[in-house]
């Protein structure tokens, strides 16, 4: 019965840090996913002059998380919604299914902010500002990441192997 | 058709006037057709025949009880009319109107923004006129009759009115009937190119058109109406080119060469009567040349679309040689 309950510890641990290593491993492709949609819309607002709606309804693609985000933000203002707030109740919403940081949110929010508020010229220049903002994440975390998310896959075990030594 | 078509574009204080008002406006048995909003100013609906204030329990009072447009009634307006999309309206602001799905037109009036003498956008909003647009589907096969039936085929064909007075909306019928044919008139079907400069004629809203304009018609949105017709004739082999509000020298020229070119005309122009169209400079030279053989007369005399006359127009021949309609009721 010990045992069983050993192995339990064990493996809940382990299974933890096992999520939490995929919980970086899947920031950093979030964020990538994020940077590729606001090069879409990019396209979509500077050459197409396509509205927001419609715009976001195209980001679709990218597929989920952030396909059904831009899809919802597209609902939101085709029902008669301004653009800050729309983004932010959507933000609120949908935040459990990513896994990102405070500052993430943060540069994903200041799109909310800006999107369609100005000619397709100064839209332009915003979206490249928060997309090497995006970039310079990505590089710093780019390595940083793979090495916290190995470290956490071991973390999980080895700590619940301590804390059997523990109770031992 | 009442106010209920604006609900989506308007704010939530106007829309709870508004709303209220329609029980009103039901009464006074007339369409609401224009709901004008101005900073500082008295809301005001207006129909055929009358202007409405409305206060804010919805009634329709003087204008000094009336309810008071504020700037955040305009800003939400603007958010909303333009899908939060500022990117996408820059030549809608420029142009002075945005165009809604349903055909609905949004007129703004603010500062202009001028960029070597020319308007570059519009800023701080001040004034917006919601235009309501009806798709009424009148038989119109009696004056089919009188203007479509000529020897060699469709005469090019003018109409002619005040504004506000159903020339767009006789415009799109005509269209229609070109398009479909009309047996009850052996008016067989006709490829119809329509040149849409002011997303009026057919209503676009991102590639889909607003009102039905037949089955053989082709839609060039929002382009200039000179580069429009000549693309028309160029790329879509149209039998009939219509086109809304001939004004320009370059649009006389260009509806000049498309008739040299074999393609009939149909166009609108904005004068009290053929008296006051020959007076226009830029009209007279293209009614000298005789490239228009007919024009119908619209006036607003018992409301939009009374048909006043139907002129046989000659080369540099203006007056009438027939009144062959008068007093009908249109569109």
């Not at chain 1, 203002?77 to 500052?103: D, H, M, N, P």
Request: one cysteine or more; proline letters at 4%.
């Amino acid at each position: 019965m010990a045992l069983i309950r050993y192995a339990v510890i064990i493996i809940g641990l382990g299974w933890l840090g096992l999520w939490r290593a995929s919980t970086i491993r899947k920031r950093l492709k979030q964020l990538e996913l994020f940077e590729h949609a606001l090069s879409l819309l990019d396209t979509e607002i500077f050459w197409g002059m396509t509205p927001l709606p419609v715009a976001f309804r195209r980001l679709q693609r990218i597929g989920f998380p952030w396909g059904n985000f831009f899809l919802s933000v597209a609902e939101g203002l085709e029902a008669g919604g301004q653009i800050e707030e729309t983004w932010r109740e959507v933000v609120a919403a949908q935040k459990s299914y990513f896994c990102l940081t405070a500052e993430d949110w943060e540069l994903v929010n200041r799109l909310g902010g800006c999107a369609g508020r100005s000619d397709r010229h100064e839209q332009h220049k915003q979206l490249m500002l928060i997309r090497n903002q995006i970039q310079g994440t990505e590089e710093t975390q780019r390595v940083d990441a793979e090495r916290q998310a190995r470290m956490w896959s071991y973390f999980g075990f080895l700590g619940g192997i301590a804390v059997v030594i523990a109770i031992l | 058709m009442g106010l209920k078509v604006a609900e989506k574009w308007f704010g939530h204080d106007l829309w709870d006037c508004l709303v209220k008002a329609e029980a009103h406006l039901v009464k006074t048995n007339e369409n609401p057709e224009e709901i004008r909003l101005r900073i500082g100013c008295p809301l005001l609906v207006r129909t055929a025949s009358q202007d409405f204030f409305v206060a804010a329990n919805g009634r329709l009072v003087e204008p000094e009880a009336a309810y008071r447009v504020k700037e955040s009634d305009i800003s939400q307006v603007m958010e909303r009319v333009t899908l939060s999309s500022m990117h996408a309206a820059e030549e809608s602001l420029r142009q002075g109107f945005v165009t809604l799905p349903g055909g609905h037109r949004v007129g703004l009036a603010g500062e202009a923004v001028l960029e070597q003498g020319c308007i570059r956008t519009q800023k701080n909003i001040a004034a917006v006129n919601f235009r309501i647009a009806r798709d009424p589907q009148s038989d119109i096969s009696f004056l089919l009759r009188q203007v479509a039936l000529n020897s060699q085929g469709f005469p090019h064909t003018l109409i002619v009115s005040p504004p506000r007075a159903g020339k767009t909306t006789l415009l799109r019928l005509l269209v229609r009937s070109l398009s479909n044919g009309a047996p009850e008139v052996a008016l067989p079907p006709h490829r119809v190119g329509v040149v849409d400069e002011r997303s009026e004629i057919a209503g676009m809203w991102q590639g889909a058109a607003s009102f039905d304009l037949g089955w053989r018609t082709d839609v060039l949105d929002k382009c200039p109406k000179k580069l429009g017709i000549e693309m028309m004739v160029r790329t879509m082999s149209p039998d009939i080119i219509a086109v809304d509000e001939l004004g320009g020298v370059e649009e006389v020229e260009a509806v000049k060469e498309a008739a040299r070119c074999g393609v009939k005309m149909l166009a609108t122009c904005h004068a009290d009567s053929i008296g006051d169209l020959t007076a226009r400079s830029v009209i007279k030279p293209l009614l000298d040349t005789g490239v228009f053989q007919k024009a119908v007369v619209l006036s607003r005399r018992r409301g939009p679309g009374t048909l006043e006359k139907v002129h046989r127009l000659g080369n540099g021949q203006f007056e009438v040689r027939g009144s062959l309609v008068r007093d009908s009721k249109c569109p």
